[in-house]
């Protein structure tokens, strides 16, 4: 079982993907805190990537691709990923087929978190004072948004059009969102 979890900033990617891979022995496979460890740990491409996370804008296609294929090539997380922020862009929703299909898997579920601009910016300013994330100003988390917006229309049709799309309302507590993607996975024939 492999699945997709999308939505904006704060929509509670991180929360859910947290709380399903503990519950069905997943593996949480979250771009944003890969790209932050690579700037924590001041490697060549966290010096690379900082302003850019920092500005709120898209590392490129072709930097993600290649940290999600080290976690799609393992063994040991074979059919077991959740991908939490991954694809953001058609370019990388067709990348992550073609780079499924090499490693013989496919996505079984994608989730969109839907949540209001205004439940954004709640969350983001809450979690701020907590998690210190530097791009969690309230104009970088806007731009984050505003980067989403642009992004995602084609990549929501993508997923439509094979059917494996279900859109959670996000604004729900963590409980009953986390409730209603349980199901969805149990509801999916032969989920290990
Ligand atoms: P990323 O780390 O993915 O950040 P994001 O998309 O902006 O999303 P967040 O992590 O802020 O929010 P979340 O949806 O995980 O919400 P959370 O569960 O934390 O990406 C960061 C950056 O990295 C990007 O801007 C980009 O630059 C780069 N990047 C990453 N992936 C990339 C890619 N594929 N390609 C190119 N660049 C990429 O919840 C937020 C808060 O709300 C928490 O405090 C939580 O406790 C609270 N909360 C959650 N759910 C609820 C609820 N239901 N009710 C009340 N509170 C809730
Ligand atoms: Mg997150």
Known sequence: MNIVIFGPPGAGKGTQSNLIVKKFNLHQL???????????????????????????????????GDLIENYIANKIFKNRLIFDGYPRNLKQATYLDILLKKYNQKIDLVLKLSVSLETIKNRILERKSLEKRADDSQEIAIRRYETYENNIKPVIEFYNQSNLLKVVNGEATITEINDEISGLIEGIKGWL
């Open 30 to 64: 979250s771009t944003g805190e890969l790209l932050r460890k690579e700037i924590r740990n001041n490697t060549k491409l966290g010096q690379k990537i900082s302003s850019i996370i920092n500005l709120g804008n898209l590392v490129s296609d072709n930097i993600v």
